[in-house]
């Protein structure tokens, strides 16, 4: 582990500080490599893996597999970072064996330094388990994509008093049962600011207001490589997809036009030789040559 790997205790330390949780999620090599290089505190590989990567249409498709393939490719990239892997869905709400052998999968296989579950109070004793287990915790309530057809769709979460109160109750539940930090998504920024304000672990917002104390945001959506749909929050930070695009016409006509591969971009064959080459070349039958050579 390097010297200045970011941990579960320095991220709480920084919300007792007041400062910034900075997050995002990653889910490949070069991606992750260039956001550890900018200094983030925690990439996630998110389950939105399932959507913005390998084209489901949400996040219930992605299988534990995908998952800690993925989670590997950013591990190895990674050497400030703290890297949690999503739990996906079914694949750690069925039983508790199964859901701690399936997190220690992520530590052991994936090489992430903890996991994310969705859900509220009832999946404590998940949470128990897992930290009797060594395994970190996040939590992640509000808006938690793998119940969307509960929710009937990707629908902003705590509007109602009674909603409010529920997701206040389950932080703090979250909290009590030794989660590190807890992910807010798709809630009123003033339910998220009571719970910030609740709570000693921090919080991770997504869609959350700015009371939280870091952000969290699916890299290619910020980057406008994803623009499939726009959730409210979503600000465009970059147009990605734009330069690529471009980036791919460019190639296209330089190769029909024969402007590239140029001579700054092929390789020579040494000068004094080629002519040798070239008179063998002249000399021989093609086919008759090639036969010799075969067994
Ligand atoms: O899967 C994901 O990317 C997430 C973040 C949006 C928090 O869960």
Same mark, same amino acid.
């Given at each position: 582990?390097?010297?200045?790997? $970011? ?10 500080? &007041?400062? %910034? ?6 889910? +490949?090599?070069? !991606? ?6 900018? +200094?983030?505190?925690? @990439?996630?590989?998110?389950?939105? /893996?399932?959507?913005?990567?390998? &084209? ?5 498709? *992605? ?12 591990? #190895? ?9 999503? $739990? ?17 999968? =992520?530590?052991?296989? &994936? ?16 949470? #128990?388990? !897992? ?22 769709? =990707? ?26 930090? @807890?992910? /807010? ?23 959350? &207001? ?10 290619? +959506? $910020? ?22 695009? %471009? ?10 036009? *024969? ?13 004094? +030789? ?22």
């Amino acid at each position: 582990m390097s010297l200045q790997k $970011m941990t579960a205790k320095k991220i709480i330390e920084k919300k007792q500080k &007041g400062q %910034k949780i900075i997050t995002i999620t990653s889910y +490949d090599y070069s !991606m992750a490599k260039i956001v550890d290089e900018c +200094d983030f505190d925690l @990439i996630l590989v998110g389950d939105s /893996l399932s959507m913005v990567v390998l &084209g489901y249409k949400n996040t219930l498709s *992605v299988t534990m597999d995908e998952m800690i393939h993925h989670t590997k490719a950013v591990s #190895r990239a990674v050497s400030n970072a703290m890297v949690v892997g999503d $739990m996906p869905f079914l694949s750690y709400k069925i039983d508790l064996k199964e859901a701690v052998k399936n997190a220690g999968r =992520f530590i052991q296989e &994936g090489g992430a330094e903890a996991v994310k579950v969705e859900g509220g109070t009832e999946i404590c004793p998940t949470i #128990r388990a !897992m930290i009797d287990a060594d395994i970190q915790v996040m939590g992640h309530i509000g808006l938690t994509p793998q119940a969307i057809y509960q929710f009937g769709g =990707f629908m902003v979460q705590g509007k109602t008093i009674e909603a409010a109160q529920k997701l206040i109750l389950d932080a703090k539940n979250l909290e009590n049962e030794g989660a590190f930090s @807890i992910v /807010l998504e798709s809630i009123p920024w003033q339910v998220a600011k009571l719970i910030t304000n609740s709570l000693d672990i921090p919080t991770i917002g997504i869609g959350a &207001g700015k009371y939280c104390d870091g952000q969290i945001i699916v890299i290619n +959506d $910020m980057l406008g490589i994803f623009t499939d749909f726009k959730p409210k929050f979503l600000k465009y930070f970059g147009d990605i997809g734009g330069n690529i695009r %471009k980036a791919l016409k460019d190639y296209k006509n330089e190769v029909e036009t *024969v402007l590239y591969p140029d001579r700054d971009h092929s390789y020579e064959f040494p000068d004094e +030789d080629f002519n040798t080459l070239n008179e063998w070349f002249e000399s021989i039958d093609l086919e008759k040559e090639a036969l010799k050579i075969k067994k």
